[in-house]
């Protein structure tokens, strides 16, 4: 089983970000860090015969945590679930928040891969982005996590910002590939509610062009691909052994849990879902020892398309028995129009696919 820690603080709020966030405020973060312990606790008591494969710590940005709160929070975590069978532990960080003494500290917790949240290696477009680092301190901090020993580094980067040029995007990719990490997500920017990039779009400042966003596609596959790295799911590319455990165990529709405000849990077909509130959060945990907010029993249905959507987007795909008789006649034509493969036994999207990943799981679901 998979396990997920929310840290919601972030320094400051980045127009794009839809996942729950704020800075730090009057919370005490002693108070956060007891209660994440405290829902470990209620947790684990149910959780007797699963075995934890990897523990990922994302936000806002757990990497702004003090040394201190760090341990602590891994002490909490290592006292009440077992980590012998834990392949890797991921920490999500931003440039600007760590130096090599706090790299070194990620390391001396068990951090096996950090994932740097740098999105761009072009001034202006981390101007446009609301990104508080520069792109000199962006590839000091690849060079700091290497100097500290830590195993994998993943960059985050997207593309299809408003401003961004594909001149802006190549230079980036290219940087990027410079530092040799281990692994490199790029993203294709998406305009989520409840955010200022979103208020851009409906108002009109902002636009969305297939046509561009595929462009970016593209040249970051042949820019990527071509540095050695192996596209193995629609966003994320990696060098041998660096695939993201993690990840992929979500993408395969592997059981989870989620600790902290906002965080989901699946697990044996239910679904909860945490308040998304850091101040309710804590007290609700206090007093009940969670923070479940909604619960869901997921039907055999919404769980054939969750791995249909999920599956396609990895270079193994899906089995074809979640495909009904409709769908696999629907599979048949787009593998005419060579947008996917069928084997024996599985279906995946091919090189001309991917981009319409999204678009091929609706025609498929």
């Not at 839809?18 to 959780?47: C, M, V």
């Not at 009109?204 to 596209?231: C, K, S, V």
Request: with cysteine; aromatic share 8%.
């Amino acid at each position: 089983m998979l396990l997920y820690v929310h840290i919601p603080f972030c320094h400051r709020i980045c127009p794009y970000c839809s996942f729950y966030k704020h800075t730090p405020g009057n919370t005490r973060i002693p108070d956060f860090i007891q209660a994440i312990g405290q829902e470990a606790t209620w947790r684990k008591g149910n959780l007797s015969e699963h075995k934890l494969t990897s523990l990922y710590l994302g936000g806002g940005t757990p990497s702004m945590l003090s040394s201190k709160h760090l341990s602590d929070l891994f002490d909490s975590l290592r006292g009440n679930f077992d980590f012998s069978q834990i392949q890797e532990i991921t920490l999500e960080a931003n440039p600007a928040t760590f130096d090599l003494k706090k790299a070194r500290l990620f390391k001396s917790l068990g951090v096996t891969r950090v994932s740097l949240g740098i999105q761009s290696f072009t001034p202006h477009v981390l101007e446009t982005l609301g990104r508080e680092h520069s792109p000199e301190q962006a590839t000091v901090s690849v060079h700091t996590l290497r100097e500290a020993g830590i195993d994998s580094i993943n960059i985050d980067l997207m593309f299809s910002i408003p401003g961004q040029s594909l001149s802006d995007w190549e230079s980036t990719l290219r940087h990027a590939v410079s530092l040799k990490p281990d692994h490199i997500s790029a993203y294709n920017l998406t305009y989520e509610e409840d955010t200022a990039f979103f208020d851009s779009l409906q108002n009109g400042t902002y636009q969305e062009n297939e046509d561009h966003d595929a462009d970016h596609y593209h040249l970051a596959e042949n820019i990527l691909t071509a540095a050695g790295f192996d596209h193995y799911e629609t966003s994320n590319y990696a060098q041998p052994n660096h695939h993201s455990r993690h990840n992929q165990g979500y993408w395969m529709g592997s059981d989870y849990l989620g600790l902290g405000p906002s965080a989901v849990s699946t697990i044996n077909g239910t679904r909860d879902k945490n308040i998304p509130d850091t101040v309710a959060y804590i007290r609700q945990v206090s007093i009940l020892g969670n923070a479940i907010h909604e619960t869901e029993i997921l039907t055999p249905v919404q769980r054939r398309i969750e791995l249909i959507a999920l599956g396609l987007r990895t270079t193994q795909g899906i089995h074809l028995e979640l495909l009904g008789d409709a769908s696999l006649e629907r599979a048949q034509t787009l593998a005419t129009e060579n947008l996917l493969r069928i084997n024996e036994t599985h279906l995946a999207l091919t090189q001309l696919g991917r981009p319409l990943v999204d678009p091929i799981a609706a025609e498929l679901i």
